[in-house]
C-alpha cells in the first residue's frame, strides 16, 4: 500500500509533550518528513529524515521512526504549535506521498 | 533565499485544461539536484502530490492523476508548469509549488511557493 496514515487529530496541554504518528509500509524503505501547515498558509518542513531539523525549527521538534512507522514529537507544546501536521515520503514506484494529517490542539 | 511563485487562471470551465506556472526565484532551476513539484490541497482536506520534473526533465506523476497531467520546465524562464487537463470540480484546490531534495531514502519539500485557488466551475 502506498498510504500514509496519521491520527485526525490530538490535543496537549500547553507546555506538555505530544506524539504524531504516521503509519505506512513505505516507512519501511524511506524516512519520512514531516510538515507544520498553519490556517491559510503553505505547509513548512519541520523535520526531515532520521531527525533532522531545518534552520529556524525550535528543537522542541524531534523526529524518529521505527518499522512501518514513523513520529513527530513536540516536547513542551506552544500555542503557536496548533495547526495540522503532515508526514511524507515516497511509495515503493517513487511517487511522493503524504499523510492524511493530523490536526493538533493546544488546550 | 530561494522563493516560488505560482501564477495562473483562478477559475477553469469544467472539461478545460488548468495551467499554472511556477517562478523560482534566489537561484537556478537548473542548478544543483533538485525535483521541482506539485502538490495540491482541496478545500479542508489534506495534500495531495500531483508529480514533479527533475532538473533533466524526467517526470513522475501521481498514477491516480497521471493520464491528465503534463510538467513541464522552461529553464530560460527558471519556471516550471504544471498542465491538468479535463477537470471537474473535485480539481478545486490550493495548487503549490515546491522545490523536493530526494537522497537515497529520504525526500523532502524545503521550499513552497504560497498556493494559488483554482475553482473548476462553469
Known amino acids: 500500500s502506498s498510504e500514509l496514515t496519521q491520527d485526525p487529530a490530538v490535543s496537549v496541554a500547553l507546555g506538555q509533550t505530544v506524539r504524531i504518528t504516521c503509519q505506512g509500509d513505505?516507512?519501511?524503505?524511506?524516512?519520512a518528513s514531516w510538515y507544520q501547515q498553519k490556517p491559510g498558509q503553505a505547509p513548512v518542513l519541520v523535520i526531515y529524515?532520521?531527525?533532522n531539523r531545518p534552520s529556524g525549527i525550535p528543537d522542541r521538534f524531534s523526529g524518529s521512526s521505527s518499522g512501518n512507522t514513523a513520529s513527530l514529537t513536540i516536547t513542551g507544546a506552544q500555542a503557536e504549535d496548533e495547526a495540522d501536521y503532515y508526514c511524507n515520503s515516497r511509495d515503493s514506484s517513487g511517487n511522493g506521498v503524504f499523510g492524511t494529517g493530523t490536526k493538533v490542539t493546544v488546550l | 533565499q530561494v522563493q516560488l511563485q505560482e501564477s495562473g487562471p483562478g477559475l477553469v470551465k469544467p472539461s478545460q485544461t488548468l495551467s499554472l506556472t511556477c517562478t523560482v526565484s534566489g537561484g537556478s532551476i537548473s542548478s544543483g539536484s533538485y525535483y521541482w513539484s506539485w502538490i495540491r490541497q482541496p478545500a479542508g482536506k489534506g495534500l495531495e502530490w500531483i508529480g514533479r520534473?527533475?532538473?533533466?526533465?524526467?517526470?513522475n506523476y501521481n498514477p491516480s492523476l497521471k493520464s491528465r497531467v503534463t510538467i513541464s520546465v522552461d529553464t530560460s524562464k527558471n519556471q516550471f508548469s504544471l498542465k491538468l487537463s479535463s477537470v471537474t470540480a473535485a480539481d478545486t484546490a490550493v495548487y503549490y509549488c515546491?522545490?523536493?531534495?530526494?537522497?537515497?531514502?529520504?525526500?523532502?519539500?524545503?521550499?513552497w511557493g504560497q498556493g494559488t485557488l483554482v475553482t473548476v466551475s462553469s
Open positions: 515546491a522545490r523536493e531534495q530526494s537522497v537515497v531514502v529520504l525526500t523532502l519539500f524545503d521550499y
Open positions: 513505505s516507512l519501511r524503505s524511506y524516512y
Open positions: 529524515g532520521k531527525n
Open positions: 520534473i527533475y532538473t533533466s526533465g524526467s517526470t
